[in-house]
Structure formats: structure tokens, C-alpha cells
């Protein structure tokens, strides 16, 4: 695989250089390790599950590439959970530890155990939520423990593990209380009731008197999508693509119930959807309903110079639901031109919106496939990391986020009650939607 320098933090003391050193990249070989690894051209394309596992675990005098490590947490989880391999990977110190100790070189300990906490902070720090498992948290502190039994002297390498220890359980906290938040915000949608000719008083908020600038409004939206963006994690990612992935029947699949970042995703996409769709539907006059219309054609359209194409989709989206896409007196009186951010191709705007990530084409040799997936996933959590440019604004984005919104069959009803039902299709529907909304009374 490529070489990489990697400059290790201060714990590893005067006895142990700070730099890998060219060829520390590649570990030495062994029964069972690395000679079941091959290589093509320096880079890492093929070994057993074992000598992969040994390969990530390093030694007094070599270190794993930091590509490799990403990779291979990545991957490892189509194969095992992360407990398991956390178990292995402590098997393999404490061998190593042992070797130590009964060799000559026993001050190479702290050097090892140095090395071992920093493999541990880059897994923590990439893969926090792998040790929300009680077992991983387990294991962890199970490794920890050993490699500590060197360092009674001036404590560095303890020191480095509370730091690495502390930060893990901030950012599980922080994860936890996301989730948590999302869960208080997921409001039922609103079922318009048993009363058919019931519209919204008067003063009851709309959008446009909350917000009545297209571009301020996509700006806020842009808040919205970047803060779920950046919530998404490799792990993640990479659920989804093993569940996806039908060539091999011995992974391990995981549990999707975990992949909350990208519900919140997906789920913020339908409810905004929806929102349009209901502020649509539920307004009386057809004037100020092409008004609303026209509104949100253009905020799809500033979305799109923006660069936020997934909160134009889900505009364009809540238009087409067919509550709304059936009001033709009202499509009528929307101005022609504004027809045409509805047809643009959407092209990616370097700097803002992160490219979604798809599964690759399969090469010939599964771990080739992995190096592309982590490749993929690798460059779409640096866009995680985008800033929004634009002010936020709290009033606008709570009305974005806690609006109350119609449920399919609600916004049918208001549908129907703006622009009554033009063929015996919607006419039966619209008889039905009667019937069981006096049954229900």
C-alpha cells in the first residue's frame, strides 16, 4: 500500500521515533500473518481475515498506514462486529506483549504500548459509535488496562488513555442527545379532522408570514440539511452498504435500527416535502394559493444556485404529490416562467452540498472493493465537515422544523375542498374520504 508519514503525538517518548520510517508501512512476515497478504504494486489487494486483523495491530517497529486502518475498521464490520474484532485485536498485544517480556528488550514496552493507544484513538476517534456496545466499551478497557502496566514511571501512556477515554464518552453523550432530540421533534403528522369545511383561522401562521424572501428561506434550509449532513458517520455508510451487498453470505449485517443519522436524513427530506405540500393544500383562496406555489418555485430555484439540491428535490417533490399537483386552476395561474427551475439538471456546486455515496462497481478482488468504498465514504465525510456560510435564523428554522403538517389523507380533503373533484375517479375518492371521515365522527 502507499507510504504515508505519520507523526505520533508526544507519549511516545525519546525511545521510540515520533515518524514511520519507510518500510514500517509493510509488516514483517509470519505463519499466519502478513505472508497471507499480497501485495501488487506496494498496495495492499488481498489477504485472509486473520492476517488482515494482525496487519492493523502494530509492533515496536512498524505502524499501519493510516489509510489501512480507516479502510479495514470500515470494512471489518460486514464481517464481525466491532466487539469481536476488539477482542482479537487485544489477543494479538497481549501476545506481543508477552514476546516482549521475555525477550531482551523489555524497554520497548512503552514504545509498543504507545503504539497501541494511538491505534486505539484513531478508532475511537473515526468509529465512536462502535463502542456503544457494552462489550467493544469492555474490550477497550480490557486492552487499555494492559498496555498501562508499563507505564508506572511518569504515566504518559495513562494519561493518553483517559484523554482518548474522556473525548469517546463526549462524543457518544453528544450522539445520544442528538437522537434523542430528533425523537422530540418527529411530530405525528396532523389529521385535518371530522369537519370537512374547517380552515385555518385566520391568524394562524403560514410561511410567508414567516418568512417571505426565497433566498433567506433556501439559506435556512441549507442550515438544516448541512447539521443532518454532519451527523452522519462512516458506520453508518457503510450499514447501509452491507445490507446492499449480496456476494457474500457470511458477513455480518449489523443492525439498521442503529443507522439513526441517516433516518433523520431521509425522514427530514419527506417531512419538508410534505410541509410544502400542506401549505399548499391548506390555504382557502386560490390567489394566495398560486402565491404560496410561486413562492416555493422560487425557493427551489435558490436552493438549486445555492447548491442545495436535496432540499429543491424534496420542494419539487412536495409539489408533485398528487393533493397538490391536481390543483389546476391554481397551476393555471402560476406564471409560465417559473415552470423552469422544475426542469433544471442539477450539477454539483463545489464547496457546499456533499455528493451522495453510492455502492461501487464490484472488482474482481473483494478488498480492491473495499479500498473504493472507503475511498468514497472517505471523501463524503469531508463534506460533513462543511460550514454553512449563511446566518441562521431560529425563527424561521423552528417553524421549518415543528410546523404541524397534514397527514396523505388531511391533505387530500383540503385538496378536494379548494378545487372540488373534476372526473369520476376523484369523485369516488372524494366520496370515500367522506364516508370515513362521518364513520370516524
Known amino acids: 500500500m502507499p507510504q504515508t508519514s505519520i507523526v505520533f503525538s508526544s507519549m511516545l ?22 505472508g497471507d497478504l499480497i501485495f501488487q504494486d506496494g498496495r495492499l489487494i488481498s489477504g485472509s481475515l486473520e492476517a488482515l486483523m494482525e ?34 485485536v487485544g489477543q494479538i498485544c497481549l501476545e506481543q506483549r ?3 517480556e521475555a525477550g531482551p528488550e523489555k524497554a520497548k514496552l512503552k514504545c509498543f504500548s504507545a503504539k497501541i493507544v494511538q491505534l486505539l484513538k484513531e478508532w475511537t476517534e473515526a468509529f465512536p459509535y462502535d463502542f456503544q456496545d457494552q462489550k467493544a466499551m469492555a474490550e477497550l478497557k480490557a486492552i487499555t488496562h494492559r498496555v498501562t502496566q508499563c507505564d508506572e514511571e511518569n504515566g504518559t501512556v495513562k494519561k493518553a488513555i483517559a484523554q482518548m477515554t474522556q473525548s469517546l464518552l463526549l462524543s457518544l453523550a ?5 437522537q434523542e432530540l430528533r425523537e422530540k421533534l418527529r411530530l405525528p403528522a396532523v389529521d385535518k379532522g371530522p369537519v370537512l369545511k374547517a380552515k385555518p383561522p385566520a391568524a394562524q401562521k403560514d410561511i410567508l408570514g414567516v418568512c417571505c424572501d426565497p433566498l433567506v428561506l433556501a439559506q435556512q434550509l441549507t442550515h438544516i440539511e448541512l447539521e443532518r449532513v454532519g451527523s452522519i458517520h462512516p458506520e453508518d455508510l457503510m450499514q447501509i452498504i452491507s445490507h446492499m451487498d449480496s456476494l457474500d453470505n457470511h458477513r455480518c449485517r449489523g ?60 420542494i419539487i417533490s412536495g409539489m408533485n404529490l398528487s393533493p ?52 468514497q465514504i472517505h471523501e463524503f465525510m469531508t463534506w460533513t465537515q462543511v460550514e454553512c456560510p449563511f446566518e441562521k ?27 372540488g373533484p373534476e372526473n369520476h375517479m376523484e369523485k369516488d375518492s372524494w366520496k370515500t374520504l367522506r364516508t370515513t371521515l362521518l364513520h370516524r365522527a
Open 393 to 419: 435564523d431560529k425563527k424561521i428554522q423552528s417553524y421549518l422544523l415543528t410546523a404541524p403538517i397534514y397527514n396523505e389523507e388531511a391533505l387530500f380533503i383540503a385538496s378536494f375542498e379548494s378545487e
Open 13 to 34: 517518548g525519546p525511545s521510540c521515533s515520533g515518524q514511520v520510517q519507510p518500510g514500517m508501512g509493510e509488516r514483517g512476515g509470519g505463519a499466519g500473518g502478513s
Open 255 to 314: 443492525d439498521l435500527t442503529k443507522t439513526y443519522s441517516l433516518e433523520a436524513y431521509d425522514n427530514w427530506f419527506n417531512c419538508l416535502s410534505m410541509l410544502v405540500a400542506t401549505e399548499v393544500c391548506r390555504v382557502g383562496k386560490k390567489k394566495q394559493r398560486t402565491r404560496v406555489l410561486e413562492f416555493f418555485i422560487d425557493v427551489a430555484r435558490e436552493c438549486f444556485n445555492i447548491g442545495n439540491f436535496n432540499s429543491m428535490m424534496a
Open 98 to 100: 508477552q514476546q516482549l
Open 324 to 375: 397538490v399537483a391536481r390543483l389546476k386552476k391554481t397551476w393555471s395561474k402560476v406564471k409560465t416562467a417559473k415552470f423552469d427551475v422544475l426542469e433544471v439538471e442539477p450539477q454539483p456546486v463545489p464547496g457546499l452540498v456533499p455528493p451522495r455515496v453510492g455502492l461501487p462497481a464490484v472488482p474482481a478482488s473483494p478488498l480492491q472493493k473495499f479500498w473504493e468504498i472507503s475511498r
Open 174 to 178: 453528544a450522539r445520544s442527545q442528538l
Open 55 to 88: 496487519h492493523l495491530v502494530p509492533t515496536v517497529d512498524y505502524y499501519p498506514d493510516r489509510t489501512y486502518i480507516f479502510t479495514f475498521l470500515l470494512s471489518s464490520r460486514v464481517f464481525m462486529p466491532p466487539h469481536d474484532l476488539l477482542a482479537r
